[in-house]
């Protein structure tokens, strides 16, 4: 039996299968692929971040028949790109959390949120790796981090230190593909964000969760709902 093909991208920090958790299952039902974006592979050395070739995985990863996309973060900037340039093999994308802030530059959360960010991302390679995860997380999530103690997390250091400002990202929406965003309702700027891609036709729904509502029971249900759904007359009820 010929099962619809569903990819996963990752944001900035866990990757590939680890990043998403509540959807392992969806194999059962799925041909579910989990992605590692350019420069995120646990044995190698992080690379500088490229949107372009996360975009070009994205579209390997989906073959020629096409599929489903849910993108998280970061990852829902190389989503959009692929979508973009071949709209007829993505049959629906979920953005979660989607960090595409090029669409919103000029509305008031992200403009405020450029401003905070930017003078971190102009000075990220005189810092360390350790400096600037510090800074990052104090700065996008008002908490405190602790030093990275392992290899993994140095890497991961390292990886989000190399990551490009997504406000930088080539982007245009997206026509004719049926899309769901979903959001924590935690943050003022990926609720604008939703909130101008829902003005362009996409289907917005909140869970709980924070920044990971893909990792809530009702964010999983959405996710579900809407790619059994999608390609008919669907309607997803909020929570």
């Not at 103690?149 to 890497?155: I, P, V």
């Not at 909130?195 to 709980?208: K, N, P």
């Not at 709902?225 to 909020?238: D, R, T």
């Amino acid at each position: 039996m010929h099962k619809e093909r569903v990819v996963f991208v990752h944001g900035a920090g866990a990757f590939g299968a680890a990043a998403w958790p509540k959807q392992h299952g969806m194999a059962l039902g799925y041909d579910a692929l989990f992605l590692r974006r350019h420069g995120f592979n646990a044995a190698e050395e992080p690379l500088e971040s490229d949107f372009a070739s996360d975009a070009r995985i994205l579209l390997e990863t989906l073959g020629p028949n096409g599929g489903h996309v849910v993108a998280h973060e970061q990852g829902a900037v190389s989503a959009m790109m692929a979508a973009v340039d071949c709209p007829g093999r993505i049959r629906s994308l979920v953005l979660v959390e989607p960090a595409c802030l090029s669409l919103t530059a000029e509305l008031p959360a992200t403009a405020a949120y450029r401003a905070l960010m930017a003078p971190l991302f102009e000075v990220r390679h005189h810092l360390t790796d350790a400096d600037y995860h510090r800074e990052y997380v104090r700065r996008a999530f008002s908490l405190e981090a602790h030093d990275p103690d392992t290899a993994e997390a140095r890497r991961a250091a390292r990886r989000l230190r190399l990551q490009a400002p997504s406000w930088e990202a080539p982007l245009h929406i997206v026509p004719g593909v049926p899309t769901l965003v979903l959001t924590g309702g935690w943050e003022p700027l990926y609720e604008e964000i939703a909130g101008y891609l829902r003005e362009t036709g996409a289907l917005h729904r909140t869970a709980a969760g924070g920044h990971r509502p893909q990792d809530s029971a009702d964010g999983d249900r959405l996710i579900r709902s809407f790619i059994k759904q999608v390609g008919g007359s669907y309607s997803v009820q909020a929570s």
